[in-house]
T-cell receptor, first 113, second 112 residues
Framework: NAGVTQTPKFQVLKTGQSMTLQCAQD?????MYWYRQDPGMGLRLIYY???????DKGEVPNGYNVSRLNKREFSLRLESAAPSQTSVYFC????????????FGPGTRLLVL | SQQGEEDPQALSIQEGENATMNCSYK?????LQWYRQNSGRGLVHLIL?????REKHSGRLRVTLDTSKKSSSLLITASRAADTASYFC????????????FGAGTRLAVHP
């Protein structure tokens, strides 16, 4: 079991470029989450998907879109990257939306110039 | 807005010593969790304590919860160099689903 995997591990973008961060889990979990982590701050929820076919906004959704492609995969898209989106992005999953323990991927470090 | 705030922000100790980290939060919770993050890695769940529990143990970890003070502490006993990491508390927020709200974390350095 690979758990939660994320690609790419590191990416540099220019302001205005777009990209998609990929996340996949092989634990048959129903719920998936995207967070960003900035220096000196805790993780902040961007979007989550309680189950396949549903997505909802978290605390900081502006500038992002998500797609729950299937039960395994949950992608995060930046349509027009801004320097303020420089961050480390983490994907997580839980067996159900009521489950408390979250399982995290290794993260994607994004630098927007 | 952040729910949990850890204290201290950074902690440096010698191997064998105990490390204590504190977390304060603002609103009522159902559960509080502690996670560890090694440098450049994702978060790993350590322990969950429910609002009706006061203390919980897992190996060298001891977590306490004081809901009247809206605070929790994580004690790592007999620390090892491998315990060097950042430690985050996370509380279940309001609004349904499993939305965790994380604090800014405590960076622990354990020196051999």
């Amino acid at each position: 079991n690979a758990g939660v995997t994320q690609t790419p591990k590191f990416q540099v973008l220019k302001t205005g470029q777009s990209m998609t961060l990929q996340c996949a889990q092989d634990m048959n979990h129903n719920s998936m989450y995207w967070y960003r982590q900035d220096p000196g701050m805790g993780l902040r929820l961007i979007y989550y998907s309680a189950s396949e076919g549903t997505t909802d906004k978290g605390e900081v959704p502006n500038g992002y879109n998500v797609s729950r492609l299937n039960k395994r995969e949950f992608s995060l898209r930046l349509e027009s990257a801004a320097p303020s989106q420089t961050s480390v992005y983490f994907c997580a999953s839980t067996p159900t939306s009521a489950s408390k323990t979250q399982y995290f991927g290794p993260g994607t470090r994004l630098l927007v110039l | 807005s952040q729910q949990g705030e850890e204290d201290p922000q950074a902690l440096s100790i010698q191997e064998g010593e105990n490390a204590t980290m504190n977390c304060s939060y603002k609103t009522s919770i159902n559960n509080l969790q502690w996670y560890r993050q090694n440098s450049g890695r994702g978060l790993v769940h350590l322990i969950l304590i429910r609002s009706n529990e006061r203390e919980k143990h897992s190996g060298r970890l001891r977590v306490t919860l004081d809901t009247s003070k809206k605070s929790s502490s994580l004690l790592i006993t007999a620390s090892r160099a491998a315990d060097t990491a950042s430690y985050f508390c996370a509380t279940d927020g309001t609004g349904g689903y499993n939305k965790l709200i994380f604090g800014a974390g405590t960076r622990l350095a354990v020196h051999p």
